[in-house]
């Protein structure tokens, strides 16, 4: 947008903290008109004269750490008051000037007066290491100090925690002497934890060399990074500090510093000039960076879409994933020790962070567990595929898969897993539960009708115990899709349940006229017998329940079973309805029997087996 003004002569200068360096281009030529594009850099006290105008959109990168992996954020949020002041305070310092804000005076009242402090949002590990030198036989000693600003307890338990697996600290919280090494070099813990692993790996100055380059950041890139490809991103920055093999142009500013800081730190290491050094053992420089990075560790997860963003996604041992960045030269593998990543945010492929530094891991090193994060559960699983019951032992580093290893589960394991899953599912498991509900709407008569009894309500308790039974020798679900329910049912209850059952309920009735039919019971439904209108030849009244307290719903039905009335007062159907339904029935069906008195009429002959 603004390259057209270039070409008028107007200056366009960039001023952020990467590019301090563009600080003395603000001085040079004077009388030309210069627009500087900075970062909230410009809010410190850095000297930038004779502004006279200031565009401020209201927003800044704010540095912190996702809570959720520790990995650094740099945010776009909105600034407080005190900044949109400190900003408008850059115009008109030596002569009248103007400041733009891009946001409603409503917008600037709503906003906090002063920042949150940077302690309270930002990893504060090493400051808490250098505090714990101060005091080392104290046991955590920055719990005791006076804070003139305290970090939040969240920010402080993170990185205690941290620091007891870089093993910085004693299980008690006193100083190790690991952590008295780490402390003396200018670096983060981690880094130090790198440097002084690597020493005990016989790679030390390469690690104090690539501990340095991760610090300062990004070297330089390859010729093509599209088709550079490497097990280390930061083996291959160190091409370019050294300059074997690292192809393509890099920042000779930062390979200075990292190679003028190593020559200051590597003698008090006992470590090689730069010009000494051998050949790189990259492997154990790798295993020098998953001793610091432990927490770090990620596994491949394949994506469908994948292949269409030419992007690789990761989930992270502490829970969610993130993309692997183009500006990596590890393409292939599938365990990875993330070495730098920034929490971003959500894109189309659903993950939150963005990473850019990796190492590739040799997953037999999760076996040393420096973070303690490696466990072995012992769980007991059922397939939903075949319904088959096995005993998974896997082995997880946080939240990833390791390994696992199936068995066959032991019967008690097989049964209580069972029984679990059918509670759960219950009683979807089975693939006929109406003796089930036929004896919960029996149990609802006698309850109607006041019937004393002792029959219990399968649920709570009760239903665990008839669940218990069915699962009794059991392999899979589909063994109990033919268990028989009916008889499971009986099996809980007693002789006198039972007898209490069949005197007031019965499974089935007996009419005057011989012809013994089923009763259905359903639930929220009345029980109802069903047969044909001919089968009722010969009973006068309704068959009843409870000893002739419930009436039966009856369903009769035309020669062709399809319904030709619903009653519960046969004896009134006989004498009305009847002989207007045996007009159309009879015209449909001559050679069936339609008598005029069907009340006393005999049945005839069934033609086939009884109906049950």
Known sequence: ??????????????????????????????????????????????????IRGV??????????FAPWSGLPTLKPERVSQASCIQR?????????????????????????VYSSPEI?????????LELQALNPKQAFAWQTMDWFEAPSADILERNQSLLLHLKALEPDGRLSPLGAQMVTLPLHPRLARLVFAGKELGCGG??????????????????????????????????????????????????????QLYEQLRRSLGFESVRDLGQLDELALRKSIFYAFADRVAKYRPLAEEHKRRQRTYNFTLGRGGVMSDASVVRKAEWIVVIEAREALQDESGMRGRISWVSALDPSWLLEDPFGLLQETIDV??????????????????????????????????????????KERWPNVLSDISPLVSYHCKLGLLNRYKIPHKLPTFEGDYLDLLISYLCEGARSLHDLEGRDLKAALEEQLDYEDLQTLQEYCPDHVSLTNGRRLKVHYEADGEPWLEARIQEFFGQAE?????????????????PSRRPAQVTRDLRGFWAGSYHEVKKELKRRYPK?????DPAHEKPPEPRGPPRS
């Open 1 to 50: 947008v603004l390259e057209p003004l270039q070409r008028t002569g107007i200056s366009v200068i960039p001023l952020t903290a990467e590019l301090a360096a563009n600080h003395h281009k603000i001085y040079q030529q004077p009388d030309r008109i210069k627009i500087i594009l900075s970062t909230n850099v410009a809010e410190t006290s850095l000297t930038l004269p004779d």
């Open 55 to 64: 565009i401020d959109s209201g927003w800044a990168k704010v540095s912190g």
């Open 88 to 112: 408008a305070g850059r115009a008109g310092r030596v002569a009248p000037g103007v400041c733009y804000r891009l946001f409603t005076e409503h917008d600037f009242q709503a906003r906090p």
């Open 120 to 128: 309270r949002r930002i990893d504060v590990c090493q400051t808490l």
């Open 206 to 259: 390469f690690s104090l060399l690539a501990a340095l380059v991760i610090n300062e950041g990004f070297l330089g890139a390859g010729n093509d990074p599209a088709r550079d490809e490497a097990e280390c991103d930061v083996c291959y920055q160190l091409g370019f500090l050294l300059q074997r093999g690292g192809r393509g142009a890099f920042d000779r500013a930062k390979a200075q510093r990292c190679l």
């Open 381 to 422: 699983r059922l397939d939903d595929k075949n319904g088959r019951v096995r005993k998974v032992t896997a082995l997880s580093y946080g939240k990833l898969t390791v390994s696992e290893k199936q068995e066959l589960a032991e019967p008690q394991e097989l049964e209580a897993l069972l029984f679990k899953t059918v």
């Open 542 to 558: 309704t068959p009843t329940l409870c000893r002739g307290r419930h009436a039966l719903l009856l369903k009769l039905l035309a």
């Open 592 to 596: 069936h029997p339609w008598p005029d």
